[in-house]
């Protein structure tokens, strides 16, 4: 089966940076993505890593450790408007092109 | 211009009723889905279609039956409503990739809160 875990809730306050982690077991891997989704909005995509390593986009970024089952999120300079939910996610394997998700992070920012 | 849009945006009705939520997508997407992300903010996917083929159907009771008259809508009909049925119902779409690896961005309406009283 697949599952993927999350952290249930962080809280940071304005300026700071967060770490969101997400660790996951799959049968076959095709990428981790992220999505945020703000309280009674749909969630949207942020950013996606199929290889190891950092990517980035803005003041987020994503990194990946496929040897060790591991991704993270990280937002930085965190503003208000950043407090939301946040998911990782898995795509199904072969032609399936369903995600998989995690259990979401609901993270709070503090003034 | 929304993308991927959903009716009702609220529904509230009584146990043992029938009701219908409606989605369209207007991005070219071959592949719509049904998640269900319950009070816990938990999501799961219920339903795919591919150009109005059904491609996953997850262990969902089947009083939830999809419908997809072409690929830019799908129709989800509930039968029979439960208590347990209430939930945010999202719809989503994205292209369709056949094998291998690669980003597969879906793209969410703004869902249904369905609440059965």
């Known amino acids: 089966g697949q599952s993927l875990e999350q952290p249930s809730e962080v809280t940071a306050v304005e300026g700071a940076i967060v770490q969101i982690n997400c660790t996951y077991q799959t049968s076959g891997f095709y990428g981790l993505s992220w999505y945020q989704q703000h309280d009674g909005g749909a969630p949207t995509f942020l950013s996606y890593n199929a290889l190891d390593g950092l990517e980035e986009t803005g003041r987020f970024s994503s990194f990946l450790s496929r040897s060790d089952s591991y991704g993270y999120l990280l937002l930085q300079e965190l503003q208000m408007k950043d407090s939301a939910s946040y998911f990782c996610a898995v795509r199904g394997g072969g032609a399936t092109n369903k995600l998989i998700f995690g259990t979401g992070t609901l993270l709070a920012v503090q003034p | 211009d929304t993308a991927v849009s959903q009716t009702p945006k609220y529904l509230v009705t009584q146990m043992g009723n029938d009701k219908s939520i409606k989605c369209e997508q207007n991005l070219g997407h071959d592949t719509m889905y049904w998640y269900k992300q319950d009070s816990k903010k938990f999501l799961k996917i219920m339903f795919s279609?591919?150009?109005?083929?059904?491609?996953i159907n997850e262990t969902v009771p089947n009083r939830f039956s999809p419908k997809s008259p072409d690929k830019a809508h799908l129709n989800l009909h509930i039968n029979s409503l439960e208590l347990g049925d209430s939930a945010v119902y999202f719809c989503?779409?994205?292209?369709?990739?056949?094998?291998?690896?690669?980003?597969?961005?879906?793209?969410f309406g703004p869902g249904t809160r369905l609440t059965v009283l």
């Open positions: 989503a779409s994205s292209p369709f990739r056949t094998s291998g690896r690669g980003l597969n961005t879906q793209y």
């Open positions: 279609y591919n150009n109005k083929e059904l491609i």
